[in-house]
């Protein structure tokens, strides 16, 4: 891994080992003052770029070459919340 | 000694007397519903943090210390960009489509509400985080996601003494909510309103009941759940209990306005459609002139989120302030053809079990209403 960059309070760092590995991951979310919130699905490769947030630690990985998205979803990348990125290449000894 | 099935490990480990969470979005039901034996959580997406901590104060001093909690949307995903980029993205035949309509219908300008503001981003992460504070610091019973995975704080949470429920969509939400240790997963099938999953309840509920098999997490049956038969089946289903939403829109606590209530009574199954028209995703609501207009001949596909809530929050907060009942809308699910009058909490609760009751006394031949 790379030195971190703290960005008001979000803590972002490069992981090498982990650019390039194919995942799947469920998304969605809801904006600020919205009651309304998606739920939405994604393939592609881990960009290996990844943010910490606050105490406990929020982990995000950025997913790109997004092979699989929502039809509406214009987006080249997606930072996605490590609970429900799911490897589908071998991952290294410890896991993501 | 007999045993009451409606008396389940929830009711045990929660201290509840019926096995009937409600979800609501106003406070007057979470209370009425935990008053009545059951579990109220309270949706605080879209409040901002002193208003969280004043409805948990306003429920506290009506429930005591029975069980409630808090649901949160956590994000689950975010895409990053400043606003100005994005409001460029958005098209000028979108912008003069939605103009005509507000032009054409007589839709106000609303008053700005700028603490509401949608944010983008990490400054979504920021946003739950505070919300997600002031729940640690109410010390509030129970933390429910409504969205993502809640598995970052439920070390934090059980130091506390907190309880953490995760509701999931999908089979392998539930293995990964399990493997952190979640204490309930809510199983939400395709027909619950708003933001549902893909696959139906029946068939979800089983495979995550199989899944916490042998572990402390219990299992909650959610979407489409209207009637005390479905509370048995849930519960025939190895289920340790149900988690309801759109039967206490049209309660008497409920804040939802009175046309609303009477336009959900009406409503048929079908009439909660799934419609893009408002978040840009796919949200299961009641059907409106609003998500009509996005239908007809010549509209344009709504934007992706965030770019459709940015080109119509304003018209629908007219909509909203202007009181355009044929325009307004709600989230709401399938069950919705369940709800056939305006009643108290309740007695929605005590309905749901007395109808229950009777399915198990048949089950055991037991003559019903004699």
Not at chain 2, 261 to 277: M, P
């Amino acid at each position: 891994m790379t030195h971190a960059d703290v960005d008001d309070g979000l803590v972002r760092y490069f992981d090498a080992e982990l650019a390039g590995l194919r995942v799947q991951a469920d998304g969605g979310n809801a904006a600020i003052g919205s009651r309304l919130a998606s739920r939405e699905m994604f393939e592609g490769r881990l960009t290996g770029r990844r943010i910490d947030e606050g105490n406990p630690p929020w982990q995000w990985l950025e997913v790109g070459e997004l092979t699989l998205h929502p039809d509406e979803f214009t987006d080249a990348s997606v930072w996605c919340e490590l609970s429900y990125i799911y490897p589908l290449e071998p991952v290294r000894a410890g896991g993501i | 000694m007999e045993s009451n099935p409606l008396h389940t490990r929830l009711c045990e480990e929660y201290r509840c007397e019926v096995p009937v969470v409600a979800f609501a979005h106003t406070k007057d039901v979470i209370a009425a519903v935990t008053n009545a034996g059951g579990i109220g959580i309270l949706g605080a997406a879209g409040a901002t943090p002193d208003e969280l901590r004043s409805s948990i104060k306003w429920i506290r001093e009506r429930v005591g210390n029975r069980p409630f909690g808090v649901d949160l949307l956590v994000p689950a995903s975010f895409v990053e960009g400043n606003r100005e980029d994005l409001e460029a993205m958005i098209p000028a035949g979108h912008r003069d489509f939605v103009s005509k309509l507000q032009a054409d219908n007589g839709i106000p300008d609303p008053t700005p509400d700028n603490a509401r503001r949608g944010g983008l981003g990490p400054e979504l992460l920021r946003h739950s985080r505070a919300l997600l504070e002031v729940l640690f610091e109410e010390k509030v019973s129970i933390f429910a996601s409504g969205l993502g995975s809640p598995a970052f704080v439920v070390e934090r949470a059980h130091e506390q003494g907190m309880k953490v429920w995760g509701l999931v969509g999908l089979p392998r939400q539930a293995r990964r909510q399990v493997e952190a240790g979640i204490d309930l997963i809510v199983a939400q099938g395709y027909d619950s309103g708003g933001h549902s999953g893909t696959i139906g309840t029946f068939t979800l509920v089983p495979e995550v009941i199989n899944m916490a098999e042998g572990t402390h997490t219990l299992v909650l049956a959610g979407g489409g759940i209207s009637n005390g038969r479905q509370l048995a089946a849930a519960i025939a289903m190895g289920a340790d209990g149900i988690w309801t939403g759109t039967i206490w829109l049209a309660t008497h606590e409920s804040e939802t306005p009175m046309f609303l209530k009477q336009r959900l009574i009406e409503s048929q199954a079908e009439d909660a459609i799934q419609s893009r028209a408002t978040s840009g995703k796919p949200i299961r609501q009641l059907r409106s002139k609003w998500s009509d207009a996005w239908k007809q001949a010549g509209a344009p596909d709504p934007l992706p989120m965030p770019l459709q809530p940015m080109l119509v929050s304003n018209v629908l907060a007219g909509i909203n302030q202007g009181k355009m009942e044929d325009w307004m809308t709600t989230p709401a699910g399938q069950s919705v053809v369940g709800i056939h009058s305006i009643r108290p909490a309740a007695e929605v609760v005590f309905s749901l079990v007395g109808e229950a009751q009777d399915q198990f006394d048949r089950m055991a031949g037991v003559p019903v209403g004699v």
